[in-house]
């Protein structure tokens, strides 16, 4: 996708903010009913819709239920088939681990085992991050030979661990069971060239059984998503933007960090992300801003909660909006139906306003309005093209 | 375009139904009127629109008028372009010819020619199907050496030849030469690899002419459409289905076959096709049922009866909605309009119903009202990705 548009780039100081709520597309509560989006009260959002261009995006294909990551991919103008992204590098960027090329990251769960080593809790009855920040300088102990094994942790039950070393490779099956009352399975190779860091992981995951012997409730791991550092090109090689990232969450940080976006560290909630993206406004071009509760409410099953998230964004809107972006993209980075309680293949709605879009018959901001919009169901990749077109950030192509 | 869901594939037993009224879509009878599917009473196709997502689908591509087994291919999830089936497989998986890899196989028509050789009639003057099938019978008398030769009667003066033994190919051009007052053409190779194969079928024709020397239409043969067997993964392969075809015409069982489904053999009519849906639910997690003679009708330039045939459908609906299918799509392999008495590479309207879809304001199934659907116009290989997604077989893509 990038390729003919490389030639064209005209960086300009023209400002594009994409909003992103996470999870936004829905599903009905009942046969014949309305989606979150289509019941919340959201005048903001539907007069702004009124002066877009609108329409709903597949982030990876028909079909596909995308993951946070590839969904965010997507909508930074990345292919994300192009770049898989394993769990654990999401998981060790979002907490700012510095992780090089070769290094293999894990994302690793501390869970509860019984007497004879059956999980009973996946998440160790959910300790607090303190607590596990506790046990992750205990792992600090964990000696490997030629191995430099850093234990991190994330939030909560969630921590990360880095192998760094020679010959090590993500060809390692998750040993998370997805189950309780059966044992953690053992780290194998899904390929030859995962066999020494499967070892690795094997040794790792002995010694730290027996520092953790004496924990409660946290005496055991489990260990997901081994993965390498993809190699994207940044946004700043692809589209010549300055981009800044405004999350709170760690996991939108990291992946906002592959793909070479600046990343405010410490931000709390709405307004936090408000006075950042104004205070940062004449030092980027491109602003990425998450809000996270929409999909948390979605996972929940709770439509209503839900509803008020999407509200809350609603009320938040003039924050941005004062600032007069010149580019203004609102949309989710997948569906999270809350009937569903998890993510899903259905497309998402997006507008996309600005001085330069031609406004669409769309009055309101809704997945079945927006299917009466310009651009019917595109892939999701297409919004940064047209974010980049809409800033005159792209030359004429051709005589 | 498989490619990306089969690391996603979960096989369930959620049941998929795909019926299929053969050249659905049609064209209005007089200008400002309606087409045949618009003009139908269809209060059940119109009840599950409602609930159902709607749009239209390109078999092949824009512009392209699909024959029966690439638009079915499409419908089955694959890129028929891809797979490209010759005349001569379609005509002998057609009369369930047992083809094995290797084997070629071509299309016959018995003709009449002249004291010079020249053809006067290609067709024979329409011999019936009985005396292709004695003529045919005669033919067993062609000995070829190391060659096994089968010649089996299809349908009027139409028949089918194939050719078994060793090094044989499809590489050969038609012997046909698509008129009259000329000798047919002599099987010429179109690549190194058919030479031996041209001139097994030199051998077939001079035989040939020589027992059908006193036969009166029928003195002459045209062959076209040598081909081999494709070689097309199965749909277990590429999508971990157990798929079951309740088909009535022999071509649609063939390219069933051709994709690995299992096929109901003996199955005359709705009624016998909607018990045999009934009975073998348990067995398979994917129905195709095809319904002929809406495409039929369209050929004859019938409008009327090809209404009727619709609404034929409609009234049987209930039979197969009586087992809560999981995702039922209904749709054509292309449309056949009334008057234009052929194929034709107008989009066909689908329907994808079931638990999982958000519904779209289409409230009516035909042509036009489906352009007002989810998914505009959409390649039909698509349908098989959704029908994938609703019924549960495809997880999350990316952490």
Not at 22 to 41: N, S, V
Not at 271 to 289: I, M, N, P, R, V
Request: net charge neutral; proline share 8%; glycine share 10%.
């Amino acid at each position: 996708m990038p390729d003919v548009i490389q030639n064209l780039l005209e960086p300009n100081d023209k400002k594009i903010v994409l909003l992103v709520l996470d999870g936004l597309g829905g599903l009905p509560r009942e046969p014949g009913g309305q989606t979150e989006l289509e019941t919340a009260r959201t005048p903001n959002l539907d007069a702004l819709a009124a002066g877009a261009e609108c329409g709903l995006h597949l982030p990876i294909g028909y079909g596909i239920t995308p993951g946070s990551a590839p969904g965010h991919l997507s909508l930074f103008g990345y292919t994300p088939t192009d770049y898989p992204i394993g769990r654990g590098v999401v998981a060790a960027l979002g907490i700012d681990f510095p992780m090089r090329a070769g290094d293999v990251a894990v994302r690793m769960n501390f869970a509860t085992a019984d007497a004879q080593g059956k999980i009973s809790d996946r998440r160790a009855g959910r300790i607090p991050t303190e607590k596990c920040a506790e046990l992750c300088a205990l792992l600090a102990a964990v000696k490997i030979p030629s191995v430099e094994v850093s234990v991190r942790p994330v939030k909560d039950y969630r921590a990360v661990v880095v192998f760094r070393g020679k010959g090590l490779s993500d060809r390692v099956h998750d040993t998370d069971p997805q189950a309780t009352g059966v044992k953690p399975l053992e780290p194998r190779a899904s390929a030859d060239r995962g066999k020494k860091t499967a070892e690795v992981a094997a040794e790792f995951i002995r010694q730290a059984l027996g520092i953790l012997a004496k924990q409660k409730p946290a005496n055991a791991v489990l260990m997901r998503g081994f993965a390498e550092l993809p190699h994207i090109p940044s946004m700043k090689e692809l589209f010549g933007l300055r981009p800044l990232a405004l999350a709170v969450y760690p996991d939108y940080k990291g992946v906002s960090r592959l793909v070479g976006m600046d990343v405010i560290p410490d931000l709390r909630d709405l307004d936090h992300q408000a006075e950042a993206l104004a205070s940062s406004w004449g030092k980027h071009d491109f602003f990425f801003l998450h809000h996270k509760y929409t999909d948390s409410r979605g996972e929940d099953g709770d439509f209503d909660a839900k509803v008020a998230e999407i509200q809350k964004v609603d009320a938040f809107l003039p924050k941005i909006t004062a600032l007069k972006p010149d580019v203004l993209i609102v949309t989710g980075d997948h569906s999270t139906p809350a009937v569903l309680k998890g993510h899903s293949s259905h497309p998402i709605p997006f507008l996309i306003h600005g001085a330069a879009v031609r406004p669409d018959p769309v009055r309101e901001f809704g997945e079945r309005a927006c299917l009466a919009g310009t651009w019917g169901v595109i892939p999701g990749a297409v919004l940064m093209r047209l974010a980049l077109a809409y800033s005159g950030k792209l030359a004429k192509y051709g005589a």
